[in-house]
């Protein structure tokens, strides 16, 4: 039998499915949210005045206006070297971060941003890098080598030395904790029935958004940006050990043909649901011959892939771009660092529920799903560009930029945790990491813009939700030319995707027929060979570009 006639035999969310899910769905988001947004509590200024004797002492933080005190406080720094500003310069004790022990202030201050672009460009390499390490070396191997090199350059983090070694190695985790949870989310999905793989995408999304609090809470606890590093680390630890007991992936065994291993892999999974008694024997399809063996290339060297990929990447690029803008640019809530990070993570935790929900309904699905929440986003964003500017009285004390940014926010992450699921579903397995990789990088392109789009304020105080509700509703017309994958049978191979036109195809053609009244047997000649252009047609589509 095949790897997915097996899965019903072994279980497709049975005990161990579910701690699967706990571990590498749950417990790893909260490490992989922790190290993603770092830089938030890290890269936080504290308060700090200045006792220069020509200028009063003054205490400056950076989410107030710029005061006049302030502006010539500005122009000291440029001209006074390190030992004076270290002189004259004092943060407050209420916490600790790389801004405080570098005096990262003033004209320096960009090399936080700065630190935080390294990691996300980071991320950009090892999305693609590791997916297709994965394809060829397998998940479980490249996922442990990833996740041990990523806390070891994370621990890196909070002994630096210097603000270039912290920037580096900030780039090197990204490297790391992009490729290695983008290769544990394709082995838990490979691991479960197709059935489950929304839930368990949601749920990894869902503890994104707890890691975030958790984070906030952290930080809250520990008020030392180094010994918060090596705490976030240790928990990071604890899952990595965990991790060494997950086994390899049977349907990527199965599709690069080593059947042995693929069935040992199921009968571990069965032996951990407690059905113990389970035998079969897998088979590779009839008509496979050969080995098939998947690359970036053939993102774009078929037809079909090729217009899936470019409408994902772009998607892709849209979420993030939005979903890291809209947080950028939602200005100071006031009040404690803490609290205000920890909003920004459990705001999201509704739209996971109604994901899953969602995506299993006939008629919604993933697709109408993903378009409707990319709508909802862009026209929230849109309508910022009537509210008035200043702050309101009436309706629009509660219809206002920052209500409409949190409904942004929600409706972003619910796309974001879709496009996951839905990504996945669209590629074969020979080049599912591949294609999601490829995708993820793309998204990461739009992280590393993110932080200059909220700069546009200077220009129209709402041009920055104008640019997100215009490239939010321009990716949900561009879904709607995907295909529906709710209750499609999983990909394999390439080959398979020629199957499924095949079989769209058909369909149609059948549809068509009934509808016609027989003529005669000419006619119905004519029709036979209308249906086999049609099947050529289809067959076309999977052929390369020539």
Same mark, same amino acid.
């Given at each position: 039998m095949e790897v997915e006639e097996a899965f019903p035999l072994v279980g497709q969310m049975g005990? &161990?499915?579910?701690?699967?899910?706990?571990?590498?769905?749950?417990?790893?988001?909260?490490?992989?949210?922790?190290? /993603?947004?770092?830089?938030?509590?890290?890269?936080?200024?504290?308060?700090?005045?200045?006792?220069?004797? *020509?200028?009063?002492? !003054?205490?400056?933080?950076? !989410? *107030?206006?710029?005061?006049?005190?302030?502006?010539?406080?500005?122009k000291w720094l440029l001209t006074a070297n390190g030992s004076e500003v270290h002189k004259h310069v004092h943060f407050s004790s209420s916490f600790t971060s790389i801004a405080s022990e570098w005096f990262l202030i003033g004209s320096t201050s960009y090399k936080i941003s700065a630190a935080s672009s390294f990691f996300f460009s980071g991320v950009f390499v090892g999305v693609i890098t590791f997916g297709q390490l994965s394809d060829r070396f397998g998940r479980k191997k490249v996922y442990l080598i990833g996740f041990a090199l990523d806390i070891l350059f994370a621990l890196a983090n909070g002994f630096s030395p210097s603000y270039l070694f912290f920037a580096v190695s900030r780039f090197l985790v990204g490297v790391m904790n992009g490729g290695m949870s983008l290769v544990a989310f394709v082995l838990l999905n490979e691991c479960v029935g197709t059935a489950y793989w929304a839930l368990a995408g949601s749920i990894g999304g869902l503890f994104f958004a707890v890691g975030i609090a958790q984070y906030a809470l952290l930080g809250y606890l520990i008020r030392s940006w180094r010994m918060l590093a090596v705490v976030v680390n240790l928990e990071g630890t604890v899952v990595f050990l965990l991790s060494l007991f997950v086994p390899e992936s049977p349907r990527w065994l199965y599709s690069q043909g080593r059947l042995s291993e693929a069935e040992d892999a199921l009968f571990l999974i069965a032996k951990r649901n407690r059905k113990p008694k389970c035998t079969f024997?897998?088979?590779?399809?009839?008509? *496979?011959?050969?080995?098939?063996?998947?690359?970036?290339?053939?993102? %774009?060297?078929?037809?079909?892939?090729?217009? #899936?990929?470019?409408?994902?990447?772009?998607?892709? &690029?849209?979420?993030?771009?939005?979903?890291?803008?809209?947080?950028?640019?939602?200005?100071?809530?006031?009040? $404690?660092?803490?609290? !205000?990070?920890?909003?920004?993570?459990?705001?999201?935790?509704? /739209?996971?529920?109604?994901?899953?929900?969602?995506? !299993?309904?006939?008629?919604?699905?993933?697709? #109408?799903?993903?378009?409707? &929440?990319?709508?909802?986003?862009?026209?929230?964003?849109?309508?910022?560009?009537?509210?008035?500017?200043?702050?309101?009285?009436?309706?629009?004390?509660?219809?206002?930029?920052?209500?409409? $940014?949190?409904?942004?926010?929600?409706?972003?992450?619910s796309a974001f945790n879709i496009v996951y699921i839905y990504t996945s579903e669209l590629y074969?397995?020979?080049?599912?990491?591949?294609?999601?990789?490829?995708?993820?990088? %793309?998204? *990461?392109?739009?992280?590393?813009?993110?932080?200059?789009?909220?700069?546009?304020?200077?220009?129209q105080w709402s041009l920055p939700y104008v640019v997100f509700g215009v490239a939010g509703l321009l990716s949900a017309l561009l879904s709607l030319l995907l295909p529906e994958t709710l209750n499609s049978p999983l990909l394999e191979t390439i080959s398979d995707l020629q199957v499924c036109s095949y079989r769209r195809l058909g369909t149609e053609a059948v549809a068509l027929q009934a509808l016609e009244d027989p003529q005669s047997d000419g006619d119905s000649s004519a029709g036979s060979e209308s249906e086999d252009e049609e099947f050529y047609d289809a067959d076309e589509e999977t052929q390369m570009i020539t």
């Open positions: 005990a &161990f499915q579910v701690w699967l899910c706990v571990l590498l769905a749950a417990l790893l988001q909260l490490y992989v949210a922790s190290e /993603a947004i770092f830089i938030a509590l890290v890269g936080a200024t504290p308060p700090y005045h200045w006792d220069l004797e *020509r200028i009063s002492a !003054n205490w400056s933080h950076g !989410n *107030r206006s710029v005061s006049e005190e302030e502006r010539v406080f500005g024997f897998l088979a590779l399809p009839s008509e *496979r011959t050969h080995k098939e063996a998947g690359s970036i290339l053939d993102l %774009f060297r078929y037809k079909i892939l090729l217009g #899936r990929t470019l409408v994902m990447m772009f998607i892709w &690029f849209v979420c993030s771009l939005v979903y890291y803008g809209l947080t950028l640019n939602a200005g100071d809530l006031g009040g $404690s660092i803490y609290a !205000n990070l920890a909003l920004s993570g459990l705001i999201e935790i509704p /739209a996971y529920p109604l994901c899953i929900y969602l995506i !299993n309904q006939k008629w919604f699905g993933r697709k #109408r799903t993903l378009a409707a &929440f990319l709508s909802l986003g862009g026209l929230a964003s849109l309508v910022v560009m009537f509210l008035p500017e200043k702050k309101a009285t009436g309706v629009f004390a509660v219809i206002n930029s920052r209500s409409l $940014s949190l409904l942004g926010k929600l409706t972003i992450s074969p397995t020979v080049i599912r990491n591949v294609g999601m990789g490829a995708c993820s990088m %793309f998204s *990461r392109v739009g992280g590393i813009i993110a932080p200059f789009v909220p700069s546009l304020r200077s220009v």
